[in-house]
């Protein structure tokens, strides 16, 4: 099974700031990790796939890279409704596997 | 407009049965494969179980296997999931998830969820 180590945990940043989450795989996934953002009470939502193609009516705020083992989801200026728990997954092998998710909190 | 309904949860005594379903509409459901994925309360994601678009591929999370059964009627747009024996440890809210076409295994719509508990 592929482990998907997220960090950090929780971040706590302002409006504007630039973000950046990393997701760490226990081994090479190639292209094939996707991210999700959850907000409090909903399901998820698909932001990026193959690590760096930005899901329909994503704003390009969001965007991805990396390829192997080590990806980022970066976020270029944080608005409030950012606030949110994040979740890479990969689709490589059987079982799918999420990360731990990182909470990104707003001051 | 894609949209995935969850039903079924409830609460369920331990190692008792319980059916979900999930009525998909606003795609083509015979072409995609589907998901289920759960996530127990104040945890993260885990995915349970995947059927392809004609049942001809299955698999399940090793947690799930050999209780849980996944099951799809494409003549009614419906996906359905079997769980028998359950345990306090599938407490969760249970959502049903499409495969991106283009990204199978990526999760490109998803349905609000029920909740199934285990508990006497």
């Known amino acids: 099974e592929i482990v998907l180590t997220q960090s950090p945990a929780t971040l706590s940043l302002s409006p504007g700031d630039r973000v950046t989450l990393s997701c760490r795989a226990s081994?090479?996934?190639?292209?094939?990790l996707g991210w999700y953002q959850q907000k409090p009470g909903r399901a998820p939502r698909l932001l990026i796939y193959?690590?760096?193609n930005r899901a329909t009516d994503i704003p390009d705020r969001f965007s991805g890279s990396g390829s192997g083992t080590d990806f980022t989801l970066t976020i270029s200026s944080l608005e409030p409704e950012d606030s949110a728990v994040y979740y890479c997954?990969?689709?490589?092998?059987?079982?799918?596997?999420f990360g731990g998710g990182t909470k990104v909190e707003i001051k | 407009e894609v949209r995935l309904v969850e039903s079924g949860g409830t609460v369920v005594q331990p190692g008792g049965s319980l059916r979900l379903s999930c009525a998909a509409s606003?795609?083509?459901?015979?072409?995609?494969?589907v998901n289920w994925v759960r996530q127990a309360p104040g945890k993260g994601l885990e995915w349970v179980a995947y059927i392809s678009a004609r049942s001809n591929t299955i698999y399940y999370a090793d947690s799930v296997r050999g209780r849980f059964t996944i099951s799809r009627d494409n003549a009614k747009n419906s996906l359905s999931l079997q769980m028998n024996s359950l345990r306090g440890e599938d407490t969760a809210v249970y959502y049903c998830?499409?495969?991106?076409?283009?990204?199978?295994?990526?999760?490109?719509?998803w349905g609000q969820g029920t909740l199934v508990t285990v508990s006497s």
């Open positions: 997954q990969q689709r490589l092998n059987w079982p799918l596997t």
């Open positions: 606003g795609f083509t459901f015979s072409i995609y494969s």
């Open positions: 998830a499409r495969s991106a076409i283009a990204a199978a295994g990526t999760f490109d719509d």
């Open positions: 193959d690590a760096s």
């Open positions: 081994q090479s996934v190639n292209n094939y």
